[in-house]
C-alpha cells in the first residue's frame, strides 16, 4: 500500500521506475538433475530488495522437480508455474513489477473472461438424426442438403 502508483510517481516520471512505484524481481534456476524436469515456479521469483518482501516463500528454497513426491503443506503454496526445464537447461530473468490499475492497462486487471461453447459432431450422426437436429433449431438456421447429406 506504500508504493506508489506508476502514473504518480514524481520521482521517474512513471517512464522509468524507482523504489516508490517499482519493485525488482531476479530469478536464476538451472535443471542439474539427470533424468528428471525442474518445475520453476512465481514461488522462485526473488526481490532484489529483502525488505520488499519478506515473505518466507520468497527466501531461497531447495530446489523441487517433477519427479519428486512434493506435497505443499496446509500452509504452504507451491506457486504458479512459470516453465520446466530439462537437464542442462538454465533460466535467468529480471523483471520489474509496477503498481497499475485495469484503468491503465489490461495487464493491471484482476480478473479475466473466459467463454466456451460445445460444438456438436453432427458428421457422425445418421441421416434421420441429422434431419431430426436441424428441425429442432428454434432459429431455423440450419439446413439439411438432400444431395450431399450434409447441415449447412
Given at each position: 500500500?506504500?508504493?506508489?502508483?506508476?502514473?504518480?510517481?514524481n520521482?521517474?516520471?512513471?517512464?522509468?521506475?524507482?523504489?516508490y512505484?517499482?519493485?525488482?524481481?531476479?530469478l536464476?534456476?538451472?535443471?542439474?538433475?539427470?533424468?528428471?524436469?525442474?518445475?520453476?515456479?512465481?514461488?522462485?521469483?526473488?526481490s532484489?530488495?529483502?525488505?520488499?518482501?519478506?515473505?518466507t516463500?520468497?527466501?531461497?528454497?531447495s530446489?523441487?522437480?517433477?519427479?519428486?513426491?512434493f506435497?505443499?503443506?496446509?500452509?504452504e503454496?507451491?506457486?504458479?508455474l512459470?516453465?520446466?526445464?530439462n537437464?542442462?537447461?538454465?533460466?535467468?530473468?529480471?523483471?520489474?513489477?509496477r503498481?497499475?490499475?485495469?484503468?491503465?492497462?489490461?495487464?493491471?486487471?484482476?480478473?479475466?473472461?473466459?467463454?466456451?461453447?460445445?460444438?456438436?459432431?453432427?458428421?457422425?450422426?445418421?441421416?434421420?438424426?441429422k434431419?431430426?437436429?436441424?428441425?429442432?433449431?428454434?432459429?431455423?438456421v440450419?439446413?439439411?442438403?438432400?444431395?450431399t447429406?450434409?447441415?449447412s
Amino acid at each position: 500500500m506504500q508504493m506508489r502508483f506508476s502514473r504518480d510517481c514524481n520521482v521517474c516520471d512513471g517512464d522509468g521506475f524507482c523504489e516508490y512505484c517499482s519493485v525488482e524481481f531476479l530469478l536464476s534456476a538451472r535443471a542439474t538433475d539427470s533424468d528428471q524436469t525442474l518445475e520453476v515456479t512465481s514461488n522462485d521469483l526473488r526481490s532484489a530488495d529483502p525488505k520488499v518482501c519478506p515473505s518466507t516463500r520468497l527466501a531461497p528454497s531447495s530446489r523441487r522437480s517433477i519427479n519428486t513426491d512434493f506435497e505443499p503443506n496446509a500452509g504452504e503454496q507451491r506457486g504458479i508455474l512459470t516453465v520446466k526445464l530439462n537437464r542442462g537447461q538454465e533460466l535467468r530473468l529480471h523483471s520489474i513489477a509496477r503498481k497499475g490499475i485495469g484503468k491503465d492497462h489490461a495487464k493491471w486487471s484482476p480478473a479475466a473472461t473466459v467463454t466456451f461453447m460445445y460444438e456438436p459432431d453432427i458428421d457422425t450422426l445418421a441421416l434421420d438424426e441429422k434431419r431430426s437436429w436441424v428441425e429442432s433449431s428454434p432459429t431455423k438456421v440450419f439446413h439439411l442438403d438432400p444431395i450431399t447429406k450434409q447441415v449447412s
